[in-house]
C-alpha cells in the first residue's frame, strides 16, 4: 500500500501567519492517466470531512483562494496564505491513484 | 446541490451484521464511484472500498474483504455497507464519499 506521510504532526499559528504541511507518498501518484489524484480534506472538530483540493493544485470553487496546493510525483505541499479562524482543524492528504486509496495521518492545525 | 445523507447511529452486539445507507441527491448517481471510508476513534482515515453505481463493480481494500458488501439501488440513488461479524474493532465512523463530497458519518459501537 502507498504510504502517505504528513509533517508536522501539529501546528500552532496566530491568526494572519501562514501555514505549510507536507505530504510525502511512498510511490509516485502519477497515474498511466497523466493526472496525479493527491487530494486535501479538512476535517473541523466534530465534523465530517470537507474538500479543499484535488489533483494536487486545483481548488474547489467554495475554498477561499488563501489556499493553494502543489507538488508531484512523491512530495506535495498545502500551504495557507494567512489563517482564519475557521481554518482549524485536522488537514489530510489523501491519494487515489493507487490502490487501496490511502489518508495520511492528519496534521492538526490549531490557533495560537 | 450535491448531498450525501446517511441513515442513523447503531449499536449492535458482538457477532452480528450492520447496513448502513448512504442516500445522493443532487448528481447524477449512476456516474460517480461511491467510496467508503473508516474512521476509528481520533484516528485517521481507511478507505475500504468503492462501488460504481451504474454496473454494481467494486474495489475493495484487502483488508476488508470479507468484512464490508456494498450494494446500491439505483432507484433510490442510494449506496449501503454491510459490516459482518462485528466485533469492537469494527467500532467507528463510517462516511461514504463520492470523492468530491462527504456523508455526515455514520457512528457503529459494537457492543454486548
Known amino acids: 500500500d502507498v504510504v502517505m506521510t504528513q509533517t508536522p504532526v501539529s501546528l500552532s499559528l496566530a491568526i494572519g501567519q501562514p501555514a505549510s504541511i507536507s505530504c510525502k507518498s511512498s510511490q509516485s501518484l502519477l497515474g498511466t492517466s497523466g493526472k496525479t489524484f493527491l487530494n486535501w480534506i479538512l476535517q473541523r472538530p466534530g465534523q465530517s470531512p470537507k474538500r479543499l483540493i484535488y489533483q494536487v493544485s486545483k481548488l474547489y470553487s467554495e475554498v477561499p483562494d488563501r489556499f493553494s496546493g502543489s507538488g508531484s510525483e512523491t512530495e506535495f505541499t498545502l500551504k495557507i496564505s494567512r489563517v482564519e479562524a475557521e481554518d482549524l482543524g485536522v488537514y489530510y492528504c489523501w491519494q487515489g491513484t493507487h490502490f487501496p486509496y490511502t489518508f495520511g495521518a492528519g496534521t492538526k492545525l490549531e490557533l495560537k | 446541490q450535491v448531498k450525501l445523507l446517511q441513515s442513523g447511529a447503531a449499536l449492535v452486539k458482538p457477532g452480528a451484521s450492520v447496513k448502513m445507507s448512504c442516500k445522493a441527491s443532487g448528481y447524477t448517481f449512476t456516474d460517480y464511484w461511491v467510496s467508503w471510508v473508516k474512521q476509528s476513534h481520533g484516528k485517521s482515515l481507511e478507505w475500504i472500498g468503492e462501488i460504481y453505481p451504474n454496473s454494481g463493480a467494486t474495489n475493495f481494500n484487502e483488508k476488508f474483504k470479507g468484512k464490508a458488501t456494498l450494494t446500491v439501488d439505483k432507484s433510490t440513488s442510494t449506496a449501503y455497507m454491510e459490516l459482518s461479524r462485528l466485533t469492537s474493532e469494527d467500532s467507528a465512523i463510517y462516511y461514504c464519499?463520492?470523492?468530491?463530497?462527504w456523508g455526515q458519518g455514520v457512528m457503529v459501537t459494537v457492543s454486548s
Open positions: 464519499t463520492r470523492g468530491s463530497d
